[in-house]
């Protein structure tokens, strides 16, 4: 699938502008005596983790189905996803306990030039968001569209810690401590976003059926093949990049079994020609009730 391939070219671009912004981060931030910005950094190398873990679901979800996995490998894109979660939500309680060990401390107020990986990394992680989200719904990639979540929150966590850097800055004899808690609510902003991202793979683990409009839209192009007369049932779960769809078709009851058989071929060619995102639909026959 050629989108998926654009998919895991766009992770593996993720993972080395991720890794780049955590060295320029945690560097500054470290020499320049900025909680916030080494925090931020250390964001930053999670994600790279995140990307690879990314990368890594997609190459193995792109495999074609065997004789073991006949559904294909796409629960493996899935199970990466996750896995971003949970690396989100545990650097984020690490970021926070890193920050506040140091609160209450004595330090030096932390220099100005900490704040320009920050305004980087903004602009950087603005891009890849906006493009890793544009594949992710090309590519139907719940882990893609993680990690465009992660990156979304590296601009709002870039940001606090800019605030929060630039307020100690501004007046460091009231403001010390405004740099650790901008620290903190990084770690905070992170650990929400892990546990959100955990919680909507989780349900596409557990074959959690799709929106209305998805299955009305599966309904609709079955009933425009000529003698399907109604949809009792339909039922489709995501696995990976794809759905698999289960639909019971009503047809005249007086026909034959090959006349029947004959509808639902065709209706099951319809629904996979016109989305691309059903990856194979089995049709079970049942009279039409008049």
Known sequence: MPQTVTAR?????????????????IATGWLGGSASAVADGFESASDVFASAAV?????VASRPADENHPY?????????GFSVGWILAVAGVLIA????????????????????????????????????RNIARKAHSSAL?????????DILSGTVALAALGLTLYDPARFLSADHFGGIAVGFIVIYI?????????????????????????????????????VEKCFARKTGLQYHVDLHLEVDG??????????????????????????GVLVHVEPHEM
């Open 194 to 230: 892990g546990l959100r991202v955990v919680y909507e793979t989780t349900m596409q683990l557990m074959d959690t059926m799709p929106s209305p409009e998805v299955t009305s839209q599966i309904r609709q192009i079955a009933l425009t093949v000529p003698g399907a007369l109604g």
């Open 9 to 25: 070219r766009v992770a593996l671009l993720g993972m080395f502008v991720s890794g780049s912004l955590a060295v320029a981060k």
């Open 55 to 59: 990368w890594f679901g997609l190459t």
């Open 97 to 132: 306990l890193g920050s506040a060990r140091g609160l209450f401390l004595p330090h030096a107020p932390p220099q100005s030039y900490a704040a320009w990986p920050l305004a980087a990394s903004i602009v950087l992680k603005s891009v890849l968001t906006f493009v890793k």
């Open 254 to 279: 007086a026909m034959t079994v090959r006349e029947s058989h004959q509808i639902a071929s065709a209706v099951r060619d319809k629904i996979q020609q016109e989305l691309d995102w059903v990856a």
């Open 72 to 80: 294909g490998h796409g629960r493996m894109e899935t199970l990466s």
């Open 145 to 153: 569209m993680a990690d465009a979540y992660n990156d979304g929150v």
